[in-house]
């Protein structure tokens, strides 16, 4: 299967290190960053780009850009990992659609467009006969919503409940663990490239809503947008809670949960035991699934990093080729 990239930061470049590292039937015909693109209908040398990249801070020539190559490269599945932009979703949306109106598959981890404009994205595709999967989008690496959609069919899930957010989960930990002020582990998370230099998002509890959100509209079927999630943040936490925790062997956790019986949405810290299988360190993600048939299911793993999220791309893609393989 053809693909091209549109962003060539962290998961961009994790996905072209994946695609030169195992023979996966993927092949690489153009990539795009912000300034600047690269076509080869005959495949692209993925090390290549990255190095030039390393090198230049461009992954080919000015000029050709992110739309030049939805119209006119070669490709079955574009690939969208530009920013994430929580308000209007572009550019993404924009290129989404128009990818999609040019009848290729699309697998994105932008949360952006698929919070926002699922359903008439997903509409676009199926009256053009393609897949639109989106995977990375809510906790990176863990397959949260193949295991959902396909994993648990047939079953009614009642709840479902866990971390969402690995920087507030990183923040809680250290809080927990080496009595830091909030201020303190805040500033550690940003040193160590897990907080952003504008943590808002990730503090407040946008992000992890988001997340609830789009799992809310792609497999609940519940029509929910950010201002429908009751939301609390971690940033007006104090080390004194987590002391007082502490003292009855409980700690706090920033909590997203979707009551799918009520139809609500909440992302709050929750008191929980020290033993619950959702406390979980540093930056890891954990996710409880409660079913009527299963009985409740963990998934514990990785919510962010280049290689990591870029996992749930490749998964989407060649879930795509194989149950829908355009050929040559
Ligand atoms: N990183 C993670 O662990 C993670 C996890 C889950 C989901 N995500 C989501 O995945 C997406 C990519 O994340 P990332 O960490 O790879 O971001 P990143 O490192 O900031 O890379 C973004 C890339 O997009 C390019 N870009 C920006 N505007 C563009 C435009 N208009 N057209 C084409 N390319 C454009 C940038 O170009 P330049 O290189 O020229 O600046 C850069 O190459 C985001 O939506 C993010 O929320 C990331």
Redesign the pocket.
């Known amino acids: 299967m053809r693909i091209a990239i549109?962003?060539?930061?962290?998961?961009?470049?994790?996905i072209a290190q994946i695609i030169a590292e195992k023979n996966l039937g993927l092949t690489i015909t153009a990539i795009?960053?912000?300034?600047?693109?690269c076509m080869d209908s005959t495949g692209i040398d993925p090390l290549e780009i990255i190095k030039r990249?390393e090198d230049t801070?461009?992954?080919g020539e000015k000029g050709i850009?992110?739309e030049y190559i939805i119209q006119n490269a070669e490709y079955d599945a574009l690939v969208e990992?530009?920013?994430?932009n929580a308000e209007t979703a572009e550019?993404?949306l924009g290129?989404i659609r128009l990818a999609l109106s040019e009848g290729r598959h699309v697998v994105?981890?932008?949360?952006?467009p698929i919070a926002l404009n699922y359903n008439e994205l997903k509409e676009l595709a199926e009256e053009n006969g393609i897949c639109l999967k989106f995977e990375?989008?809510v906790c990176?690496a863990i397959p949260i919503i193949q295991t959902l959609q396909y994993g648990l069919a047939g079953n009614r899930v009642k709840k479902l409940y866990g971390i969402f957010n690995g920087t507030c989960n990183y923040i809680l930990t250290r809080m927990a663990d080496e009595k830091l002020t909030y201020k303190e582990a805040l500033l550690e998370a940003r040193e160590l490239g897990y907080a952003e230099a504008d943590p808002t998002y990730d503090v407040e509890g946008i992000d992890a809503a988001i997340k609830l959100v789009i799992l809310a509209n792609t497999i609940f079927g519940i029509n929910k947008r950010l201002e429908d999630v009751e939301i609390t943040g971690i940033n007006s936490l104090t080390s004194q809670a987590l002391e007082l925790a502490e003292e009855d062997e409980l700690t706090i956790r920033l909590i997203g949960e979707i009551n799918n019986e009520k139809g609500t949405l909440k992302v709050s810290p929750r008191v929980i035991p020290k033993d619950h299988t959702l406390v979980v360190h540093d930056t890891l993600n954990a996710v409880t699934i409660d079913t009527d048939l299963a009985g409740e299911i963990t998934l514990i793993g990785k919510?962010?990093?280049?290689i990591?999220?870029a996992s749930?791309i490749i998964s989407d893609l060649l879930f795509i080729s194989n149950c829908h393989d355009r050929g040559p």
């Open positions: 549109l962003g060539f930061g962290s998961v961009g470049r994790g795009a960053d912000s300034k600047s693109g990249k801070g461009l992954c850009t992110a990992v530009t920013p994430t550019p993404s290129y994105t981890s932008n949360k952006g990375a989008t990176g919510g962010a990093g280049s990591e999220t749930a």
